[in-house]
């Protein structure tokens, strides 16, 4: 059995990765969750989990990623994004580990992408515009240099936007499938307030993109940085619609200006030429089984 150490187990991503460990998607593995209250951004106490829980691969998911946070304070993203990072990896070198080590990345590392350009593979430059995505670059290329003078089996991923059931509802889709289902429960009026919703994302249900870390860890090439995306371009406004036809509601859509981000990337999409060729990984989840688990889950909560 494999020990498999996972910070940011109790999230979104960490809580999905322990229900396929558990499936057997990650082959002959033995889930070591990230300890509840240990702060990555307290290097002793990391030490002390590492000391205890000895991990032969390492996926590393915690992180602040919420943007608007990020804006608000961006100090406190790059200490837990990337100080953390640095605790972790060091903490590892010292006590001679040798396994895999993978780090969740994201998509919003390449910021504002020309239209042209699309869709995004690996090697596309990155070019930040907040500091959860610069934070992300960072946190990327202490991994890469761990990986260069350490020989550190590092491997990276840039998921595109990952969505499905118990995403945090400050996030879109989630944030409209829970004014869906008020809306069809009649508690409030058939009027959904969003931000900017024609843009176009390119939206992975989160057991895909975990079904992607389980494919790199297996079979990822060490040192190389990975798209984890559909290669679909999917306009939120759409999508908005399928949840009302699943949910069999009809509703008027306004624009909140409270939601609206400043230079908003207008379309978006990822190639994950790289990670299917090297690992033979496939999406699986269809975008109605999502939609429709993202509202089941907003009527359960």
Same mark, same amino acid.
């Given at each position: 059995?494999?020990?498999?150490?996972?910070?940011g187990?109790?999230?979104?991503?960490?809580?999905?990765?322990?229900?396929?460990?558990?499936?057997?998607?990650?082959?002959?593995?033995?889930?070591?969750?990230?300890?509840?209250?240990?702060?990555?951004?307290?290097?002793?106490?990391?030490?002390?989990v590492?000391?205890?829980?000895?991990?032969?691969?390492?996926?590393?998911?915690?992180?602040?990623?919420?943007?608007?946070?990020?804006?608000?304070?961006?100090?406190?993203?790059?200490?837990?994004?990337?100080?953390?990072?640095?605790?972790?990896?060091?903490?590892?070198?010292?006590?001679?580990?040798?396994?895999?080590?993978?780090?969740?990345?994201?998509?919003d590392?390449?910021?504002?992408?020309?239209e042209?350009?699309?869709?995004?593979?690996?090697?596309?430059?990155?070019?930040?515009r907040? %500091?959860?995505?610069?934070? &992300?670059?960072?946190?990327?290329?202490?991994?890469?240099?761990?990986?260069?003078?350490?020989?550190?089996?590092?491997?990276?991923?840039? %998921?595109?936007?990952?969505?499905?059931?118990?995403?945090?509802?400050?996030?879109?889709?989630?944030?409209?499938?829970?004014?869906?289902?008020?809306?069809?429960?009649?508690?409030?009026?058939?009027?959904?307030?969003a931000?900017?919703?024609?843009?176009?994302?390119?939206?992975?249900?989160?057991?895909?993109?975990?079904?992607?870390?389980?494919?790199?860890?297996?079979?990822?090439?060490?040192?190389?940085?990975?798209?984890?995306?559909?290669?679909?371009?999917?306009?939120?406004?759409?999508?908005?619609?399928?949840?009302?036809?699943?949910?069999?509601?009809e509703?008027?859509?306004?624009?909140?200006?409270? &939601?609206?981000?400043?230079?908003?990337?207008?379309?978006?999409?990822?190639?994950?030429?790289?990670?299917?060729?090297?690992?033979?990984?496939?999406?699986?989840?269809?975008?109605?089984?999502?939609?429709?688990?993202?509202?089941?889950?907003?009527?359960?909560?």
């Amino acid at each position: 059995m494999i020990r498999l150490l996972v910070t940011g187990a109790g999230g979104f991503v960490g809580r999905h990765v322990a229900a396929a460990v558990a499936a057997g998607g990650f082959g002959e593995t033995r889930l070591l969750a990230w300890p509840a209250g240990v702060d990555l951004r307290d290097a002793a106490a990391v030490a002390a989990v590492l000391d205890e829980l000895r991990p032969e691969q390492v996926l590393h998911l915690a992180a602040q990623s919420f943007v608007p946070r990020a804006f608000d304070d961006p100090a406190e993203t790059f200490a837990i994004n990337v100080q953390g990072t640095v605790h972790l990896l060091d903490g590892l070198r010292r006590r001679g580990f040798r396994g895999r080590f993978l780090y969740a990345s994201s998509g919003d590392v390449y910021g504002l992408v020309p239209e042209p350009e699309l869709p995004v593979g690996p090697a596309h430059p990155t070019a930040p515009r907040n %500091p959860y995505a610069a934070s &992300k670059v960072a946190a990327e290329q202490l991994c890469l240099a761990f990986h260069r003078a350490e020989g550190l089996d590092a491997l990276i991923a840039r %998921p595109f936007n990952h969505v499905g059931p118990g995403q945090d509802a400050r996030f879109v889709l989630p944030a409209l499938a829970r004014q869906v289902v008020a809306t069809a429960a009649g508690r409030q009026p058939a009027v959904i307030e969003a931000g900017d919703i024609d843009t176009t994302r390119d939206f992975l249900d989160v057991r895909d993109v975990v079904g992607a870390y389980a494919a790199m860890l297996r079979a990822g090439q060490a040192g190389a940085t990975y798209v984890v995306a559909s290669g679909i371009e999917r306009r939120i406004r759409d999508l908005l619609a399928r949840l009302c036809v699943l949910a069999g509601v009809e509703v008027e859509v306004r624009q909140d200006p409270t &939601k609206l981000r400043p230079a908003e990337q207008r379309r978006m999409a990822g190639d994950a030429t790289a990670l299917r060729t090297d690992t033979g990984w496939a999406p699986r989840f269809d975008l109605d089984t999502t939609l429709s688990d993202i509202l089941e889950h907003a009527r359960s909560n």
